[in-house]
């Protein structure tokens, strides 16, 4: 299993990146694949250090956890979206 923060890629257009969580590229996540391809494992976190952050989150509170993600502002990402720099991406998803 795959498990990239967020892919620079049309996928993602417009939708930021949570506050110190720096988005990876599709060649990030593509290097890491052909790595499991050699040498299979469960999980692949890209970048690995966010397995640590993931792992944090579930030992914390529910409220400590929703408070963290409000100060990433990983709680609105998909909704603070911009529809400008998506508008391509839906259309073509739209269309198919």
């Given amino acids: 299993m795959v498990l990239p923060t967020l ?9 930021p990146a949570a506050r110190g969580v720096k988005a990876v590229t599709a060649q990030d996540v593509a290097v890491v694949i052909e790595a499991a391809i050699r040498k299979p494992v469960p999980e692949l976190w890209v970048p690995r250090w966010s397995r ?26 998909l909704t603070d979206a911009d529809p400008a720099a998506r508008a391509a991406y839906e259309q073509r998803v739209r269309a198919s």
Avoid: F, N
């Avoid at 892919?7 to 939708?15: D, I, K, S, Y």
């Avoid at 529910?62 to 990402?77: G, I, Y």
């Fill in 7 to 15: 892919v620079r890629t049309e996928l993602a257009a417009g939708v």
């Fill in 52 to 77: 640590t952050l993931a792992r944090a989150a579930d030992l914390m509170p529910r409220r400590l956890k929703e408070v963290t993600a409000r100060l990433m502002r990983a709680d609105s990402a």
